[in-house]
């Protein structure tokens, strides 16, 4: 099953759903939210809002915004 996906722009991207859900990644990053934050921060990804909660915003797509 592939996570990621191209949007319209190109630009690759996740529900968080999906990325919070993901057993691998869970593992990956303890503090998923967090690591989240601080690369939108940073202008790595972009997502809608300040802060990503389970279950309120499973639709919301993360993007890349650098490899």
Do not use: P, W, Y
């Not at 529900?15 to 967090?34: I, R, S, T, W, Y």
């Not at 934050?37 to 809608?48: P, S």
Request: some cysteine.
């Amino acid at each position: 099953m592939r996570l990621f996906l191209c949007n319209a722009d190109g630009k690759i991207s996740v529900k968080f759903g999906v990325l919070f859900n993901d057993d691998q990644c869970a593992n990956l990053f303890e503090a998923l939210v967090g690591t989240l934050k601080a690369a939108k921060r940073k202008k790595l990804i972009a997502f809608e809002g300040e802060l990503l909660l389970q279950g309120v915003h499973d639709n919301v797509d993360v993007i890349l915004l650098q490899d």
